[in-house]
Nanobody
Framework: QVQLVESGGGLVQPGGSLRLSCAAS????????MGWYRQAPGKERELVAT???????NYADSVKGRFTISRDNTKNTVALQMNSLKPEDTAVYYC?????????????WGQGTQVTVSS
């Protein structure tokens, strides 16, 4: 088990920046990957960025070049630096911890933090 708590969301102008942080209650290195997902009203939750225990990152095409995911294993935190924000980035952002087991996959989620990009 692990508890994930997101912070850093808020209201920003288009083109602005925001940094999200996810604090885990235990070692994040024990998980296969950590990531950020988002869900806009009326839409399904979608992947934003992930980072494996080995440091390999993956980004959604819509955020490549603008967002950067990072992790600090000593502090058990995962961050998402968001630059050049667009109105379409507006969503609730969720921190994810993924544990791939022998026969299944287990996901843990934070409560989410709202990001609103608007003039």
């Amino acid at each position: 088990q692990v508890q994930l708590v997101e912070s850093g969301g808020g209201l920003v102008q288009p083109g602005g920046s925001l940094r999200l942080s996810c604090a885990a209650s235990r070692s994040i290195f024990s998980f296969n990957a950590m990531g950020w997902y988002r869900q806009a009203p009326g839409k399904e939750r979608e992947l934003v960025a992930t980072i494996t225990s080995g440091g390999v990152t993956n980004y959604a095409d819509s955020v490549k070049g603008r967002f950067t995911i990072s992790r600090d294993n000593t502090k058990n935190t995962v961050a998402l630096q968001m630059n050049s924000l667009k109105p379409e980035d507006t969503a609730v952002y969720y921190c994810n911890a993924r544990d791939v087991l022998v026969f299944s996959r287990r996901d843990y989620w934070g409560q989410g933090t709202q990001v609103t990009v608007s003039s």
